[in-house]
């Protein structure tokens, strides 16, 4: 994902170094899409390790043997 997005950036300045304004807006609209499916991937991931660690510990409390017998 950060090479696709290099890309686009690359092809932003080139669009600029060349004058063709198409391809500038083309590059904008693809690098700002890379971006935020960056910042989504990196919130799933966030999401996941939290969600992992809640049912780490609603596992670990319920293969816990009980004292009460």
Known sequence: MIVSTGIGLLALVIGLVVGWPVLVLL???????QLVMLAAKTAVERND????????AKQARHRRPDDTA
């Not at 390790?49 to 780490?56: E, G, S, T």
């Open 27 to 33: 590059s904008i609209i693809f690098t700002i899409v």
């Open 49 to 56: 390790a939290k969600v992992a660690d809640r049912l780490a």
